[in-house]
């Protein structure tokens, strides 16, 4: 079983700051690998998919990068409506595990 | 415009069944695997089955045995099963699209459905 481990727990940051996340998975993934934003009330909002590719609609703001088993969200300038929970989700096999979370929270 | 609706949740005591509708629109449905994602109360999220568009299933190790995907390509409907129901399946349930454009990626979701397995 694939495990992601996101990076940190918790992130305080203030707007204009730049935010960058991490994933780890347990084994290589390839370029499988999604990152989503959370907000209290809402379903999730996927940002990139196939670990670098802005979703449609998304801003320019948000990046992804890596392979393998390291990945990383960028978020370049911290808007007041970034403030969520991230998570990465794999998809290298049928499960579709995701990371345990990073809250991203205004300091 | 892509739309999916759900309906189906409620209040149900352990050992019991109900079952979960995502009615979609706005896109060719058959072409497309679906899946449902759950958030325990002050949880993460956590990826529960998927079904392709040929109908092959897959299953977390928490709900399989116990919960069926399924889906109705002439009526463009997601459904989830889910019997023998436990506390700890007490969650937010979200059905999602994938991406026409991704290996990796939900590009629409559900509003989410509220399971609560009490007594």
């Known amino acids: 079983e694939i495990v992601l481990t996101q990076s940190p727990g918790t992130l305080s940051l203030s707007p204009g700051d730049r935010a960058t996340l991490s994933c780890r998975a347990s084994q290589s993934v390839s370029t499988f690998l999604a990152w989503y934003q959370h907000k209290p009330g809402q379903a999730p909002r996927l940002l990139i998919y196939d670990a670098s590719n802005r979703a449609t609609d998304i801003p320019a703001r948000f990046s992804g990068s890596g392979s393998g088993t390291d990945f990383t969200l960028t978020i370049s300038s911290l808007e007041p409506e970034d403030f969520a929970v991230y998570y990465c989700?794999?998809?290298?096999?049928?499960?579709?595990?995701f990371g345990q979370g990073t809250k991203l929270e205004i300091k | 415009e892509v739309q999916l609706v759900q309906s189906g949740g409620g209040l149900v005591q352990p050992g019991g069944s109900l079952r979960l509708t995502c009615a979609t629109s706005g896109f060719t449905f058959s072409h497309y695997a679906l899946n449902w994602v759950r958030q325990a109360p002050g949880k993460g999220l956590e990826w529960v089955a998927d079904?392709?568009?040929?109908?092959?299933?897959f299953y977390s190790d928490s709900v399989k045995g116990r919960f069926i995907i399924s889906r109705d390509n002439s009526n463009n409907t997601l459904y989830l099963q889910m019997n023998s129901l436990r506390a700890e399946d007490t969650a937010v349930y979200y059905c999602?699209?994938?991406?026409?454009?991704?290996?990796?990626?939900?590009?629409?979701w559900g509003q989410g459905t509220l399971v609560t397995v009490s007594s």
């Open positions: 079904i392709s568009g040929g109908g092959r299933t």
């Open positions: 999602a699209k994938a991406s026409v454009v991704a290996v990796a990626g939900s590009d629409f």
């Open positions: 989700q794999q998809r290298s096999n049928w499960r579709g595990t």
